[in-house]
């Protein structure tokens, strides 16, 4: 199929383009795609009867959103020396092909989110597109919209991708995931089932890729490739459908856009849930774009530049799910506190690179405070206590702001004294929201080292050494009252990445 001699047309070239599923050969303005003879946990394409079957229901499927692009099946059949095409009913076929129309890559959302040639009104018609083909869409029958079989494939994902990504991911983030996922699930259960109830599992599209969304400089926009090969992939909720196009902007970089199409898809009458149940499956999404790469470096050689591109992809990829899955955890404020050189804010900056939560820490607003400069060394003056007081209190009013702006927000401070606690209230106001608060501890002998190391580093921020850590040892006051929460003490002796996932395993907890 790679000769120009093979094709009716007789093109110049042909071009190949190769998934882990398929074949697509690219030929005078037409493709043909071949399934691989593969058998996989998601997929049989394993004889020649159930390929055919799975071409026939590719073309049914795909007309609903790309009608003018899916021509229909043909088959290859022996012919001299080698083979040609023939129609799908020819007795000598061998192997069979779906004929589609070439599509424009190069007008992919995904290509032209990378050129910036893509703007809100075009993503607002690519939602309208996808919120009127859910509401046409068939409603998946009772027996098969259970929270247990739409939990099956998430869970399945994970356990792949441990698999396959044994060598190149780290666990403690894979289990982050599973327990994220699971406490997600049981914890919402009663909104899962509210939204079968309600019609909401509809049989989707399954793979809403950006590259699957194409828009043409001169016809209306379509949308192909939808999962054929597995009736549990696109037997789904409305909101995992609309959530892998989601996930794939933000992947792109292109945040403003995902907020454009989830704004539009509710404004053309989609209904995706909240913004949590969104992200919660927007986790997911990112977590299977995970397993394909993590598969994808099985099949390619060590060493081989494609293998160490694919490897970053897929711990991209899976950052990317724990991105969205702190913001599936919906508005919190999480306190990491402890004396300093407990290691709270290395603690609080991972923690915030993982979330994308604002990170407010207290020496930062000290010294702004003061006039002066981050890494500047500041008097003793800057923290006494009426400047402490006005400190926490700023502290307060930005976790506030933040809260009230729907985000979680990490909060970073000693919280050494009652009276730090009681500003920091002052400032936060009445209204409360779930929260978490983690003591930073560690031996005095690691501490006291730590605060050495400090004093010999001209870049640091916080200027507590030996003499403040000692004295701050001596005058700790109980955490008991801070926000109304009983604090969870974390040895931080450990690597931070681990640290990031216990945290997370805190908050995940199935309620």
């Known amino acids: 199929m790679l000769e120009p001699a093979f094709y009716p047309r007789h093109p110049r070239t042909v071009e190949l383009r190769e998934t882990h599923i398929s074949w697509v050969f690219r030929a005078a303005g037409l493709a043909y795609k071949v399934k691989k003879p593969l058998v996989l946990p998601f997929l049989d394409y394993g004889t020649l009867q159930r390929r055919r ?33 023939a129609p799908a009913d020819d007795r000598r076929a061998i192997e069979y092909a779906v004929e589609m129309r070439a599509v424009e890559e190069d007008r992919s959302v995904a290509a032209l989110a990378l050129t910036g040639e893509i703007d809100g009104r075009q993503i607002g018609a690519v939602a309208t597109r ?12 009772p027996e098969r919209r259970s929270v247990t079989r739409l939990a099956a494939p998430l869970l399945d994902n994970l356990t792949t991708l441990k698999e396959a990504g044994g060598r190149i991911l780290e666990q403690d983030r894979l289990r982050a995931a599973e327990d994220f996922t699971s406490a ?34 001169q016809a209306p926009l379509y949308i192909y490739d939808c999962v054929e090969f597995e009736r549990g992939l696109r037997e789904i909720d409305v909101a995992a459908d609309l959530a892998f196009l989601v996930m794939d902007l933000a992947r792109l970089g292109r945040e403003d856009l995902m907020s454009k199409l989830i704004d539009a898809y509710r404004l053309a009458g989609g209904d995706p849930g909240d913004d949590r149940l969104l992200f919660f499956f927007a986790a997911y999404r990112a977590w299977v774009r995970a397993v394909v790469a993590c598969e994808r470096v099985l099949e390619l050689d060590i060493g081989d530049r494609g293998c160490a591109e ?48 604002p990170h407010v820490s207290s020496d930062r607003i000290r010294k702004q405070i003061a006039g002066i400069g981050p890494e500047e060394r500041g008097e003793e003056s800057i923290y006494a206590d009426e400047l402490s007081a006005r400190t926490y209190r700023e502290m307060g009013h930005a976790a ?43 031996s005095r002998r690691t501490l006291l080292r730590r605060a050495r190391e400090r004093e010999e580093d001209p870049a640091r921020v916080s200027d507590a050494g030996v003499e403040i850590v000692e004295r701050q040892l001596a005058e700790r006051d109980p955490l008991n009252h801070l926000v109304g929460v009983l604090p969870t003490r974390l040895g931080v002796e450990v690597e931070p990445a681990r640290l990031v996932a216990e945290v997370e395993g805190l908050i995940d907890f199935p309620r």
């Open 310 to 357: 694919k490897e970053a992809e897929a711990r991209d990829l899976v950052e990317l799910g724990h991105r969205f899955a702190w913001h599936a955890r919906g508005p919190m404020l999480l306190l990491i506190c402890g004396v300093s050189a407990t290691g709270k804010t290395t603690l609080a900056e991972r923690l915030a690179e993982a979330s994308g939560w």
């Open 400 to 442: 506030r702001e933040a809260l009230g702006n729907g985000s979680g927000v990490i909060v970073d401070a000693t919280f050494n004294r009652r009276a730090d606690c009681e500003s920091f209230e002052e400032g936060l106001g009445e209204e409360r929201h779930p929260s978490l608060v983690v003591e930073c501890t560690c």
């Open 184 to 217: 997600f699930l049981i914890n919402e259960q009663a909104l899962l089932v509210a939204r079968a109830g309600e019609g909401r599992i509809r049989e989707g599209h399954g793979d809403l890729r950006a590259e699957h969304v194409i828009l043409p400089e």
């Open 130 to 141: 996808i919120a009127h083909f859910h509401a046409a869409a068939s409603v998946v029958p």
């Open 53 to 85: 079957e799975m071409c026939v229901e590719e073309v049914r499927l795909n007309r609903r959103l790309a009608p003018g692009i899916y021509l229909g099946i043909v088959a290859i059949v022996p012919r001299g020396d080698g083979y040609s095409l």
